[in-house]
């Protein structure tokens, strides 16, 4: 494997070898916009829906529609992650089916089921396909979309679950230009001193990744960044809660100050590096397990690493953390030039 290289994330020709992947993170913003532009009639259906005995969410964003919607939603809420329904759901309930990519059999199996006992189904998908064939019934609500991504379907989502009475309110524009700022930050033309995206990936050049998210949004970007990091630069890289980081970072010895990284043999493990996703939770024992981690990494020489969203929504904060660390992702990427 190619060692890590900090002159490729200022070389314009290294950083054309990731214009698709950039292109891609820098329009997750125009992509709500357009989402939501194309859910406007089916929102306005969902206005007049009387509420349900509990709602039911199904498909790959299932529990991060949970996580955003369940402190506040009236009714009980469930995340279902198998095909199907559970037998109790009917007529007085609300499913909920987000499915950017058409949707898989398990899926389609959970939106036959919906109809057919009678309840209502709101469901984000792609018109034509396979999944909304299946979706129509005078119960059925359809919120088209047409770019594939699954945040995107998720945004449009929480804004009709808001509109039917069950769920935060949620702005589509807000969550867009949350992530707008975040790609003009990371913009590959920006430098590696003003892009927080290339400092992070710097400091993970020689690094194995530990990714902590103390809320439950956090934790749940944490996961989706180090599948990214991990796609990106073929390495591992852990996302978990304090009690399963703690430990690796405080079998870490400390640095030898007098080590020369030109002469001296590397270290055949990688030294751990911990990020750390805040995104604003004043959750009591959010704190607690950050202090014990970062007290850890202060004793153990380990280098940390932070992203942080501080304003906007709950939804808005977890777009920005989660933006960040893909950008991070695709930076790493580039250093390590794997992207041909």
């Known amino acids: 494997m190619a060692e890590f290289d900090d002159a490729r994330l200022e070389n314009p020709l290294a950083l054309g070898r990731a214009d698709d992947v950039l292109r891609r993170l820098a329009s997750a913003g125009a992509r709500v916009r357009r989402e939501a532009e194309g859910a406007e009639s089916g929102r ?14 199904a498909g790959g964003e299932a529990r991060l529609i ?21 037998g109790w759901v009917g007529a007085l309930d609300l499913v909920v089916v987000s499915a950017s990519d058409g949707g898989s059999p398990d899926l389609i199996a959970t939106v036959r089921e919906a109809v057919r006992r ?3 189904l709101m469901i984000a998908c792609p018109v034509p396909s396979a999944i909304a064939e299946f979706a129509g019934g005078r119960s059925s609500i359809v919120l088209p979309t047409v770019t594939g991504d699954p945040l995107a379907a998720v945004v449009i989502a929480l804004a009709g679950l808001h509109d ?12 867009a230009d949350a992530m707008d700022r975040v790609a003009e930050d990371c913009s590959p033309h920006e430098s590696i001193a003003t892009n927080p995206a290339k400092d992070i990936a710097l400091g993970l050049a020689d690094a194995q990744p530990l990714i902590w ?34 430990p690796v970072i405080e079998a870490a010895g400390r640095r030898d100050p007098f080590a020369d990284p030109f002469t001296d043999d590397a270290p055949a493990d990688r030294r751990p590096a911990l990020i750390e996703l805040d995104d604003g939770s004043a959750d ?9 981690l970062t007290g850890a990494a202060a004793r153990h020489d380990v280098r940390v690493c932070l992203i942080s969203a501080q304003h906007g929504s709950d939804l808005e904060r977890y777009a920005t953390v989660l933006q960040t660390g893909l950008f991070t992702a695709c930076y790493l990427a580039v250093g390590l030039d794997r992207l041909q």
């Open 44 to 57: 306005a259906a969902l206005r007049d829906l009387p509420r349900p005995r509990a709602v039911i969410a």
């Open 66 to 86: 949970r996580a955003l919607l369940e402190p506040t939603c009236p009714v009980p809420f469930l995340a279902w992650p198998r095909p199907g329904l559970p």
């Open 118 to 120: 009678g309840a209502t």
């Open 164 to 175: 039917a009475g069950l769920g935060p309110s949620t702005s589509p524009e807000q969550v």
């Open 213 to 246: 998210g103390g809320s439950v949004l956090a934790a749940r970007a944490s996961r989706r960044i180090a599948e990214a990091i991990r796609a990106a630069t073929g390495r591992a890289a852990l996302a978990a809660d304090a009690g399963e980081l703690a």
């Open 284 to 292: 009591e024992h959010v704190r607690l397990d950050r202090n014990r």
